[in-house]
């Protein structure tokens, strides 16, 4: 299968920081990634939608200012978390797709904001 | 109504039982349908598509009726191997994971002991 890695796996920070996560597809090159989190016990939520050098298309409710998607190359995206709260603690998961094909996922970023 | 149901359990069942799981999904117009693994503080992983006439793979079944909007999971002989979260997935798309998106149900938890 494909190989998609996040980095980094694990991060804590403090409140109002701002932290960056990065989404590789390393033997691909992702046309289409979409970006999601999930809460404890809660399903994988759909954030944000990203086409390589467009703007991202963000799901209702997910604030575009406060999650900032960068996806200037086929094979990076990132996904920045500004001025943390701790209710922005959760899973993120990116998931890169390459143009009509099959849908794959990152590891995955646990985020926790103290 | 969320747009995927699921009895989010825990199912705990010994080694060699037969468990069901069932999904239903709300928008009529969804074109294809998966169930996906999750473990523990890990992405989601594929474990198969669900198609109109029912599927199998190996001691898996899936089974998918439009006319309802249900979908179910059957594992027969169950090993500690199955303990895990399973996602019950649509995709408004048709082809796969290959356009369109994914919505997540909130998950099963299976729990097979010894």
Known sequence: GAVVSQHPSRVICKS???VKIECRSLDFQATTMF???QF????????????E???????QGVEKDKFLIN????TLSTLTVTSAHPEDSSFYICSPREMQDTQYFGPGTRLTVL | RKEVEQDPGPFNVPEGATVAFNCTYSNSASQSFFWYRQDCRKEPKLLMSV??????????????????????LLIRDSKLSDSATYL???NGGAGGTSYGKLTFGQGTILTVHP
């Open chain 2, 51 to 72: 198609y109109s006439s029912g599927n199998e793979d190996g001691r898996f079944t899936a089974q998918l009726n439009r006319a309802s909007q249900y979908i179910s």
């Open chain 1, 16 to 18: 109002g920081t701002s």
């Open chain 1, 35 to 37: 970006w999601y989190r």
């Open chain 2, 88 to 90: 019950c997935v649509v």
């Open chain 1, 40 to 51: 404890p016990k809660q399903s994988l939520m759909l954030m944000a939608t990203s086409n």
């Open chain 1, 71 to 74: 996806h200037a190359s086929l």
């Open chain 1, 53 to 59: 050098g467009s703007k991202a298309t963000y799901e």
